[in-house]
Structure formats: structure tokens, C-alpha cells
């Protein structure tokens, strides 16, 4: 079974960093983009970041961008979030997920085909 585990979430003040992971298992971990989402409570989910199956390119959404750095470890079957300089409006139940081969970037949730449980991360002012 394809399994997707986010751990290493929680309350941080801002300007603070939080480093997540994502434990993969269950499926081929080069045949797959892997990404961040986030979901605050009333909100759509959002794109938050993506690296793509040769592990070089990454985009992230402007939000995020030269704050955040998603990168894999492919030893351990694992997807990385670093969160530098948090503010308070990234707060949200963040999901990592798994997108099949493709030929644009999955930059949208119905790209993706297997998802985590979610991690919560909080950011007070």
C-alpha cells in the first residue's frame, strides 16, 4: 500500500523556522513529483511547492518563494520542506503528495495522486 507520512509540524513564532518530512513507501520514489500543499481552516488548498522526478527542478509558489526550499533524500524515500522566516499567514494544516508522471508541473491538487495525513503548523505574531 503507497503510504505517505508528514511529520515535524508545529507552533513556531514568526520569523522562526520548521523543517518537514514526508516518509514515502509503497512506490517508486524517481517515477513521482513530489509536493507541498497547504490547507487553512475555511480555504482552498493551495499549492505550496514541487520537485519534479530528476530532483533538480523545483518551483514554489510565489507566497513561499525565497523562504521555503522543498528537497528529497532518495536514500530514504523521504520529501523535505524547509520553512525559513515563518509569518503568521502560513499557518495551515500542511500535506505532502505524490504526482505521476507527467509533462507539466503538478502545481494544482487534482495532479496528484496519493496524499499524507497532513502535519499542523502554526505561526504566532
Do not use: H
Amino acid at each position: 500500500q503507497v503510504q505517505l507520512v508528514e511529520s515535524g509540524g508545529g507552533l513556531v513564532q514568526a520569523g522562526g523556522s520548521l523543517r518537514l518530512s514526508c516518509a514515502a513507501s509503497g512506490l517508486t520514489f524517481s517515477s513521482y513529483a513530489e509536493g507541498w500543499f497547504r490547507q487553512a481552516p475555511g480555504k482552498e488548498r493551495e499549492f505550496v511547492a514541487t520537485v519534479m522526478r530528476n530532483g533538480r527542478s523545483t518551483y514554489y509558489a510565489d507566497s513561499v518563494k525565497g523562504r521555503f526550499t522543498i528537497s528529497r533524500d532518495i536514500a530514504k524515500n523521504t520529501v523535505y520542506l524547509q520553512m525559513n522566516s515563518l509569518k503568521p499567514e502560513d499557518t495551515a494544516v500542511y500535506y505532502c503528495a505524490a504526482a505521476s508522471l507527467r509533462v507539466g508541473v503538478p502545481d494544482t491538487p487534482y495532479e496528484y495522486d496519493y496524499w499524507g495525513q497532513g502535519t499542523q503548523v502554526t505561526v504566532s505574531s
